[in-house]
T-cell receptor, first 114, second 110 residues
Framework: DTGVSQDPRHKITKRGQNVTFRCDPI?????LYWYRQTLGQGPEFLTY????????KSRLLSDRFSAERPKGSFSTLEIQRTEQGDSAMYLC????????????FGSGTQLSVL | AQRVTQPEKLLSVFKGAPVELKCNYS??????LFWYVQYSRQRLQLLLR??SRESIKGFTADLNKGETSFHLKKPFAQEEDSAMYYC????????????FGTGTRLTVIP
């Protein structure tokens, strides 16, 4: 499968713990996005990278959230001191340069905070 | 601020019947509009975009700036059209993120 890959597929954690998710975009895509989706809602934009630079962050992204893309390839999203409200599907997407609107999505990481 | 509204969470139609999924938006500028689709056990994927004025899998969508709508239409629904459909907006061509509606689950009854 040469599409966007996310790991893990599912994560169950206790409130207060830290979690980290990984996203591997399609290799030639220089843009990488993180979205969050809760039940009954559409995906909500969290943050966006062009190569290794984080160019935009949503106000949804509290100080407990941090994303990195150190070498412009894979990205990680870390949530510190998780809260029950963080329970959601975390989606990663990538796109080609100049093709920002055609996003290729991964299967997502389903986070459950107990 | 931008907003995308999909008034129907669920929509059921019979096979062969016409289908229309509604999408309304609010944005003061000139947005770009898209429809994304998620079939069962598959990833979210782009269906069509208004700037391309294309028909994909028999679906079309026309941007109506006067009514601020971007409804998705198909004259004859097929069972394989059953899926979750999301309308989405960017603030300008090549913008960095999409704003999604809450989605409509379409069920085509055999």
């Amino acid at each position: 499968d040469t599409g966007v890959s996310q790991d893990p597929r599912h994560k169950i954690t206790k409130r207060g713990q830290n979690v980290t998710f990984r996203c591997d975009p399609i290799s030639e895509h220089n843009r990488l996005y993180w979205y969050r989706q809760t039940l009954g809602q559409g995906p909500e934009f969290l943050t966006y990278f062009q190569n290794e630079a984080q160019l935009e962050k949503s106000r949804l992204l509290s100080d407990r959230f941090s994303a990195e893309r150190p070498k412009g390839s894979f990205s990680t999203l870390e949530i510190q001191r998780t809260e029950q409200g963080d329970s959601a599907m975390y989606l990663c997407a990538s796109s080609l340069p100049g093709g920002g609107e055609k996003l290729f999505f991964g299967s997502g990481t389903q986070l459950s905070v107990l | 601020a931008q907003r995308v509204t999909q008034p129907e969470k669920l929509l059921s139609v019979f096979k062969g019947a016409p289908v229309e999924l509604k999408c309304n938006y609010s944005y003061s500028g000139s947005p770009e509009l898209f429809w994304y689709v998620q079939y069962s056990r598959q990833r979210l994927q782009l269906l069509l975009r208004h700037i391309s004025r294309e028909s994909i899998k028999g679906f079309t969508a026309d941007l109506n700036k006067g009514e601020t709508s971007f409804h998705l239409k198909k004259p004859f629904a097929q069972e394989e059209d059953s899926a979750m459909y999301y309308c989405a907006l960017t603030r300008q061509t090549g913008a960095n993120n999409l704003f999604f509606g809450t989605g409509t689950r379409l069920t085509v009854i055999p």
